[in-house]
C-alpha cells in the first residue's frame, strides 16, 4: 500500500507544477504552453529525477511513506543494508520513464494532426499507425497484468522497475506510518452527510411545517391575511398548498414553486406559462409577506 501511496503522490506532484504553469501562463502564453505541453511535462519529470533519483533521494512520495529505490549497485552505508542504483539502472530508469513516453506522446500526437488513419491500407503511414497502437494496447494489457501480480508479491510496483530489478525498501523498517486517517475519516462522513442532505432536502415541505406549527399555536386566523393571497395558496405545477419557495414568474406574475418553474425553463427554454400561456423569460422571488399581485396593483395604478 505504502509502494502505491508513494507512486499516486509522486503523480500529484506533476500535477501540482503544471497547474501552477497553467495559472501563470494564462496571461499571454497559453498558445505557448499547449503547443509545447508534452515538451514542459517531460522537463519537468525530468528535474525532479535528477534531484531525486539520480541523486540517490528518495522522490517526495516516497519520502513521506519512509520508501526509496534499492538496486544492484553497491550498498550506500554499512548501517543501512541497502543497494543503490547502478548508473545504468539510473540512466535506463530516466529513459524509460520519461524520453520514451515523450517519443511516443509526439508521435501519436503527429499522426491524429495528420489523420494517419485515413491512409490506404497498403500504406507504410497506415502501417506505423496501427503498429504504435498495437504496442501500446500490449504495454497496458502487459502492465493490468503486472499489477495484479504485484498485488500478490509486492515485489515490483512497475515493469520498468522490474525490467530493471530496481526495488521499492523503506528506509527505516521499525517507523510507523506518518499518515494519519483522521482528516480522510472526516472528509468522508462530511461529503455522505452533505449528498444525504442534497437528497432529502427538497423532498421536505417546509411549508406545510410552517403552517402546522402555526396552526398548533393558533396563529394561522390571526395571519392568514399576511400570507401570498389566495391565488398563491397552490402551484400550478405541482399542485401542492401552500407553495415551496415561491417566485413570480415574469411576466404574468403567476405564482408557482421555484423548483417547478426552474425544471420547467431549464427543460424547455421556450416554456409557457402553466396558467395563461404567455412565455416565461424569468421568476422573482417571493416572502410570506408579499402579495402576490401587489406589484401588478401598483403598477396599473402608476399607469392610470
Given amino acids: 500500500v505504502n509502494q502505491l501511496d ?18 501563470i501562463c494564462r496571461f499571454g502564453l497559453q498558445r505557448f504552453l499547449h503547443t509545447y505541453q508534452a515538451e514542459i511535462k517531460a522537463l519537468l519529470r525530468l528535474l525532479i529525477f535528477w534531484q531525486t533519483v539520480w541523486n540517490h533521494v528518495p522522490t517526495p512520495g516516497m519520502e513521506l ?5 534499492t538496486g544492484t549497485g553497491a550498498f550506500r552505508s554499512r548501517e543501512r543494508r541497502h543497494r543503490s ?4 539502472q539510473r540512466v535506463l530508469y530516466g529513459v524509460l520513464t520519461i524520453s520514451i513516453p515523450w517519443v511516443a506522446e509526439r508521435i501519436k500526437s503527429h499522426m491524429l494532426e495528420w489523420q494517419w488513419i485515413h491512409f490506404s491500407r497498403g500504406s ?5 499507425y496501427k503498429l504504435v497502437y498495437s504496442l501500446e494496447q500490449t504495454w497496458d494489457a502487459l502492465s493490468v497484468v503486472h499489477f495484479l501480480w504485484f498485488l500478490s508479491g509486492g515485489k515490483y ?10 526495488r521499492v525498501a523503506y528506509v527505516n523498517p521499525r517507523a510507523h506510518r506518518a499518515l494519519s486517517f483522521e482528516f480522510m475519516n472526516q472528509y468522508l462522513v462530511w461529503r455522505t452527510v452533505a449528498r444525504f442532505l442534497l437528497f ?31 391565488n398563491a395558496d397552490e402551484c400550478r405545477i ?7 419557495v415561491p417566485v413570480r414568474s415574469e411576466p404574468c406574475g403567476h405564482v408557482f414553486c421555484y423548483t417547478c418553474i426552474r425544471s420547467l425553463r431549464m427543460e424547455n427554454f421556450s416554456a409557457t406559462c402553466p396558467a395563461c400561456g ?8 417571493l416572502t410570506y409577506g408579499q402579495h402576490p399581485h401587489s406589484q401588478s396593483e401598483s403598477e396599473s395604478q402608476s399607469q392610470s
Avoid at 201 to 211: A, E, K, R
Fill in 200 to 230: 432529502a432536502i427538497p423532498l421536505i415541505d417546509f411549508g406545510g411545517i410552517l403552517l402546522s406549527i402555526r396552526s398548533a399555536l393558533g396563529l394561522q386566523e390571526r395571519e392568514s391575511g399576511s400570507g401570498l393571497g389566495e
Fill in 238 to 244: 405541482c399542485q401542492i398548498s401552500p407553495v415551496t
Fill in 124 to 128: 507504410i503511414r497506415k502501417m506505423v
Fill in 278 to 285: 404567455v412565455r416565461l423569460v424569468g421568476e422573482r422571488r
Fill in 65 to 69: 511513506q519512509n520508501l526509496l529505490l
Fill in 6 to 23: 508513494a507512486a499516486t503522490l509522486d503523480d500529484d506532484l506533476h500535477r501540482l507544477l503544471w497547474v501552477g504553469l497553467e495559472r
Fill in 85 to 88: 542504483l547502478t548508473r545504468q
Fill in 157 to 166: 510496483r512497475s515493469l520498468v522497475e522490474r525490467l530493471l530489478r530496481i
